[in-house]
């Protein structure tokens, strides 16, 4: 019986419940395309913290992300080492640098050079043929997204960064860069070649713990004993580096508004529309609360209106943006995942409830003899 209710408004005008398909689906894509940019911006963000092994950095005061160091004294290193609970120091250099591929290809990138037995952060979506290349201290491992920018066709091409000479080892896969400057991973005497630097600097230290050692209590001796400098767990410094790129440049901001004003205009496409067959079907509603009805009947017959256009304008949604996932050639990845997904799904069944709750408040109010007698 509600099931028959709530599809006759559907049937009763079909253009405009396609029209109200299509809006609502077009809302539903701008939130999931907005919320999968961010997600996008984290895997680049994180990407090299994430594929890192250290449960904490030891950086320079005031560093705010991971691609802005500083230089580091590595004496800390040894200050650290003898911490109970510490099992390794491992030293990481990161920094930007001038890039010479083919003549008229120069272009800014940010050289990584790492241990990887240290857990330092590596290259990853790279065949494990290729993975030897990582202790090479003459062979830089690149990206072939940027392979145009970087001017480079492949494997075994020499180029130039400051001033020195390497050689492309490997390349690797969909490893983007949120400053748009291509990271460029090498070994640590390479890095640190590279950058000008002795043995006796670097970027930052990466502490890995002794099993069963407490990170909080081991991060308050090293803060004690490097007063200097900050100590930040895995976690603190990946929220850091996200905040300063996400929403201290305002782009996090920017697609957060756009998708919430996604659902505020699906929420309320589908709230005028359900207003409208209300109004239309007044008479029919009326008489219904005339016979018995009770308000749980029509609010659930509302209810279910609602949720079967926007269960249908979200599955359109889920669809499209998939498709447009998998088909864009933009330089902006966009991660859409079951996670997302599921989300945009609670977001709808929210939009539903609130356009459902909007539209049962004209007809919870009205009297049915005062209709009926028009």
Known sequence: ????????????????????????????????????????????????????????????????????????????RYEALRVDGVASVSPVVVGFADWRGKAAHATTVVVVGADPAGGGPRPWNISPDLLPHQTDDTAIIADMSYAGQLGIEGGGQLVSIEGKTLRVAAMTT??????????????????????????????????????????????????????????????EFRWRNLSRWMFETGAGEVLLAGAVMGFLVGAVIIAQTMHTSIRE????????????????FLAATITLHAAITTGVATLIALLASIALVHIATVALPISFTVGLGM????????????????????????????????
């Open 281 to 296: 079907n007044k008479k029919q509603l009326a008489t219904l609360r005339a016979m018995g009805a009770s308000d749980m």
């Open 343 to 374: 989300f945009v799904v609670a977001l709808a069944c929210g939009m539903s409830l609130l356009s459902a709750a909007i539209a049962y408040r004209s007809i919870a109010k009205t009297d049915p003899a005062m209709v009926l007698t028009e």
């Open 174 to 235: 969909g490893i983007r860069s949120f400053t748009t400057s291509p990271y460029i991973f090498a070994t640590l005497t390479a890095a640190r070649k590279i950058m000008g630097l002795s043995e006796r600097h670097g970027s930052y230290l990466l502490v890995k713990l002794a099993p069963g050692s407490s990170a909080s209590a081991v991060q308050a001796v090293l803060k004690t004993s490097l007063p200097r400098i900050e100590v930040l767990t895995a976690t």
């Open 1 to 76: 019986m509600i099931l028959t209710l709530a599809s006759h408004g559907l049937n009763h005008s079909r253009a405009r419940f396609l029209a109200t398909l299509v809006a609502v689906a077009l809302a539903l894509m701008l939130v999931a395309i907005q919320l999968g940019m961010m997600a996008g911006f984290e895997r680049m963000i994180s990407g090299p913290l994430d594929h890192s092994d250290a449960d904490l950095w030891i950086v320079p005061a005031g560093t705010e992300s991971f691609d802005e160091a500083a230089t580091l004294d590595m004496s800390a």
